[in-house]
T-cell receptor, first 113, second 115 residues
Framework: GAVVSQHPSRVICKSGTSVKIECRSL??????MFWYRQFPKQSLMLMAT?????????EQGVEKDKFLINHASLTLSTLTVTSAHPEDSSFYIC?????????FGPGTRLTVT | KQEVTQIPAALSVPEGENLVLNCSFT??????LQWFRQDPGKGLTSLLL?????REQTSGRLNASLDKSSGRSTLYIAASQPGDSATYLC??????????????FGQGTILTVHP
């Protein structure tokens, strides 16, 4: 139980375009989901907390207008990277909170050319 | 602000050896502590979760301890195998308020077990 999926697993896009990443809790409902990014050989950095039915809470230094988060249902949160640039290339991982424990998705590798 | 440090950054051992990975955190007001495994290019696999009221947790060849007052945790791996090679991440969840549920990660320990 407590499985989280992400889609797509890998995406390549051109600079200036927008990319949407989905995070789904498959067998439980999650009012809270988290989005992280991970640069090569570095640890996970929390970007934002996504709450169902309300605005996301962003960590300091994360541009909310660039990284749009929508948590429209209890099983789906989306992260849209708007006007992507090469420096946005990274590994994006989501997690969903269930019974006080976070369950992680498999990650999405974003490459901006 | 919570900070999590893991030592060593990298570790290479021969197969069969017992080993210890260390994790320290600056704010002892934690809700729980988790150890994760991450294979290259993959997501996270949860290994062990220790609640703040607990001292240790065991799963198979893995044993994690927690000393909340001193801000330390260790992950002990017995009889290491090449399949244990991965990055091991320690993360703490702070208690209450707006920090509820948030995890702060350490930088990880890259473990290589050679045959």
């Amino acid at each position: 139980g407590a499985v989280v999926s992400q889609h797509p697993s890998r995406v390549i896009c051109k600079s200036g375009t927008s990319v949407k990443i989905e995070c789904r809790s498959l067998d439980f409902q999650a009012t809270t989901m988290f989005w992280y990014r991970q640069f090569p050989k570095q640890s996970l950095m929390l970007m934002a907390t996504s709450n169902e039915g309300s605005k996301a809470t962003y960590e300091q230094g994360v541009e909310k207008d660039k990284f749009l988060i929508n948590h429209a249902s209890l099983t789906l949160s989306t992260l849209t990277v708007t006007s992507a640039h090469p420096e946005d290339s990274s590994f994006y991982i989501c997690s969903a909170l269930y019974l006080a424990e976070q369950y992680f998705g498999p990650g999405t590798r974003l490459t901006v050319t | 602000k919570q900070e999590v440090t893991q030592i060593p950054a990298a570790l290479s051992v021969p197969e069969g050896e017992n080993l210890v990975l260390n994790c320290s955190f600056t704010d002892s007001a934690i809700y729980n502590l988790q150890w994760f495994r991450q294979d290259p290019g993959k997501g996270l696999t949860s290994l062990l979760l220790i609640q703040s009221s607990q001292r240790e947790q065991t799963s198979g060849r893995l044993n994690a301890s927690l000393d909340k007052s001193s801000g330390r945790s260790t992950l002990y791996i017995a009889a290491s195998q090449p399949g244990d090679s991965a990055t091991y991440l320690c993360a703490v969840s702070n208690a209450g308020g707006t920090s509820y549920g948030k995890l702060t990660f350490g930088q990880g320990t890259i473990l290589t077990v050679h045959p």
